[in-house]
Structure formats: C-alpha cells, structure tokens
C-alpha cells in the first residue's frame, strides 16, 4: 500500500488544481441535476456571490469577534433577517453553525441544560418522531440522553397523541420537522406546539430543509400550515442557510423564542492559564466564510429574489408531482407542502429494481427504507434534466412493471443510499 506523507518540496498550484480537477472528476456533478440532494442552485450568479464572499472571509476567525468584527455584525445581521422571515417574537436570538447537526446538538443541549436548572431529571429524554433526522441521536448520545423515537402517523406526519403517551416528567425536548427529510411532509406542528404547552416541555422545530423555503413559498399563496415562531409553543429552531438559502456549504442557524434560552446553549470556561474563554455554539475557530456567504447572498438575493427563486422551485416541484403522478403504480408518500417528493411504487419492492434501473442509467438515487421509496430534493438544480429524469423512469418502470422485477429479498437489507 501507499504511504502518504508530506512532499519534502512544495508544488506548484496550477499542476495541484490540475490534480484535483482530475479527483474532481470522480464526484458526482454539483450543477447537472442528476443528484437528487445534497446540492442546492439558485442561478450561477448566486453561486458566484457565494463562493467570492467565502473566499474573502475564509481566513478570518468568527472565534474572536474583538478582532473581527465584521463577523459578529454579518451573523447578527443574518440571524436577524431569518428571525424576521420566521415571526420572531420580541427578545428572539440566535447564532450561526456550521450546519444542521450542529444546531440541532445545541437545541438538545440548551434543552436539556435548562430542564437542568429548573428541576432534577433522573434520566433525562427527547421525543422525536421516527422521522426525524439522526442528528437528534448523535446530541443525545453526546449529552447522556435517551431518545424515544415514536412511530408516524399513517399520512407519515408525527403521531401527537403517540407522541404525547411516550412523553414523562423525565421528557426534557419535543421535536417536529418543517418537512422530514425521508418524506418531505411538514410534521403537525401546531398540535405539536399546543401539546408542549400543556405539558410545559421544550418543542424544537426541525425547519433544517423548510426554514429558507417555506416563509416564501407561504407568501405565494400555497397552503403551507403555520410551523414557526408564530406558534407560541414553539421554543427553538434550526434553519440551514447552505440549503434553499443557496449560502456555500456550512451555514446553518440555531434560533430562540427567547434570549435567554440560548444562555444554555453557551459554554464558558476560565480554570485555565489564559482566563475567560467564551465559544457560543460547538466550534473553537469558526471561518468567517460561511457567514459571510450567507450575508451576501441573503442580500444579494433580498425577498423579492427568494421569492422568484421559490416560485420557480414550485412550480418544478409541480412538474414532478405531474410526472409522477401520470405513471402507472407510483404512488407518492403524501402530498408535500414543499419540495421535497418522496414516492413508492404499488409493490413496494419494485422501489429497488426501480432505482436500480435509474442508477444504470446515470442517476444517483436517494431511498427511502421504511417504507421503501424514492426522494428527491427538488431544487432549480434539478430543472435542465427533469423532463429527462421522466423519461428514464417511466422507461425503467415500464420495464420493472413488464418484467415484474422483484428485487431479491437481501436487497432490501441493503444499505439506503443517503
Ligand atoms: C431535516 C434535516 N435536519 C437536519 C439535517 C442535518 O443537516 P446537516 O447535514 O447540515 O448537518 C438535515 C440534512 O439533510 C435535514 O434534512
């Protein structure tokens, strides 16, 4: 085997770009349309600002914002403009991570930190749906918690009554989604939010995927029900800004109803040689890049321009609902308030000789394992290939139906492609 150590000499960074352009080569594109997640385009000049805002902050250390404080005034600034869009209440506060995980590991600590204060928790634990992103384990298993995941309801939203049995006075956070990432439905929310009122528990809204999206699809006029800071049950949420915020990779927002909940989410210390040191999310250094690509693009886009970006998502979004639903034993999981679409096929094993045939084809697919289905995270990414997408898979499907394609049993023991 190779071994991999530092070059005695340096090299010259055209023949190094040329390496990686080759390395490059080995990734699925970012701008073709043939990921079904991962990747979020709104226009090469977006791209543009947020690349050239990256690179001109990418050395500056949001750790220290005494020395760099245009940091500290873009993420107050960003946090400020996503408390707007989400009807933030007076004395609302938040701060910028590095991505979904990351806000959600300081939700469930600033939770559980608070139950802390307020009362003894022998055992404490969250409630979760089945549906809600793994991210919500990793904190627990970080923070010494138990998750209780509850199963969804039939229509594949959260089970409130299911979720309030699994509920005790041990229960330290209630989690909803503003949509699922496995399928793309927005969780009861208002019902959610109710519920931990009465029962005085924190309820966290997951809105990783929705919080950039659905504030403008709302204004639009399409139904999206009520799932912010509205809902005065509503205590915490998390808010990716590198998803439909079109921000560069590593932008994501922990928001508060109040100000003094995200106190718990700090972490201080001073028994060292070098006195107060002070991290407000899980990061030391933190590259003022990914807040100043979301600053830019957040400005450089302004409402009217996510609003353009959001019709057009939609109304991509109700090209492949159309297609979807005009071929024969594909049944969607739902109807999704946003974009994301998530559909299985009458025989729900036919989901992986589907897939499979798509994947020869040139795709790369996105499963769902319970049940099985197909998801995708439509996005304008996703617009120059659609018609193409259709056409392979109403030709693969034609071929599954005529074949009767059973994957074989051990298939479905596979691993789901994420
Ligand atoms: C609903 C939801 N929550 C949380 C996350 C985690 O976000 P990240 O991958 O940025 O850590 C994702 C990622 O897709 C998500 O879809």
Redesign the pocket.
């Known amino acids: 085997m190779n071994v991999i150590t530092l070059p005695e000499q340096g090299c010259d960074w055209d023949s190094l770009k040329q390496r990686m352009q080759v390395l490059q080569r080995g990734d699925w594109s970012h701008r073709d349309g043939r990921l079904p997640l991962h990747c979020y385009f709104a226009g090469e000049e977006v791209g543009k600002v947020a690349a050239e805002a990256y690179s001109m902050f990418a050395s500056a250390n949001a750790l220290a914002p005494q020395a760099f404080p245009s940091c500290g005034q873009m993420e107050r600034e960003v946090v400020a403009m996503v408390l707007d869009l989400l009807h933030r209440p007076d004395g609302g506060a938040g701060s910028m991570t590095s ?4 806000s ?1 590991i300081l939700a469930v600590k600033a939770a559980r930190d608070h139950a802390r204060a307020m009362r003894h928790a022998h055992r404490p634990n969250i409630v979760i749906p089945e549906s809600a ?1 793994p ?1 919500f384990d990793k904190a627990a298993q970080l923070l010494g918690l138990d998750v209780r995941r509850v199963p969804v309801a039939d229509d594949y939203r959260c089970d409130v009554a299911a979720m309030e049995a699994a509920l005790d006075d041990e229960t330290v956070l209630l989690v909803a ?1 503003a949509p ?2 496995p399928y793309g439905l927005i969780d009861r929310i208002e019902a959610m939010a109710a519920l931990a009122l009465r029962k005085r528990v924190w309820l966290h809204v ?1 809105s ?2 929705g919080g950039m999206l659905a504030p403008f699809v709302q204004q639009l006029g399409y139904p999206v029900p009520a799932f912010d800071f509205r809902l005065p049950g509503v205590r915490s949420m ?1 808010v ?1 800004l ?1 998803k439909f915020g079109y921000a560069a990779k590593g932008a ?1 927002l922990i928001l508060y109803r109040d100000a003094a909940d995200q106190q718990f989410q700090f972490s201080r210390f001073n028994r060292w040689p070098k006195g107060d040191y002070f991290t407000p999310t899980l990061a030391g250094t933190r590259s003022g890049g990914a807040i100043a690509s979301a600053w830019a693009v957040m400005r450089f886009l302004g409402r009217e321009g996510y609003l353009h970006i959001s019709r057009q998502v939609m109304q991509l979004r109700d090209r492949y609902l159309a297609g979807l639903a005009a071929l024969p034993s594909v049944q969607l999981l739902g109807t999704p308030e946003l974009s994301v679409v998530t559909f299985t096929t009458r025989s729900p094993s036919h989901v992986f000789a589907l897939a499979d045939g798509m994947r020869s084809r040139g795709w790369y697919m996105s499963l769902v394992a319970s049940p099985p289905a197909i998801q995708q995270t439509v996005n304008l990414v996703h617009a120059a290939l659609a018609d193409q997408y259709f056409d392979d898979l109403r030709a693969v499907l034609h071929d599954v139906l005529a074949r009767g394609t059973e994957a074989p049993a051990d298939r479905q023991q596979l691993v789901v492609t994420y």
């Open positions: 991505g979904g995980t990351e959600i992103h991210a989604s699922s990432l997951d990783c995927i998390s990716d590198h994501s």
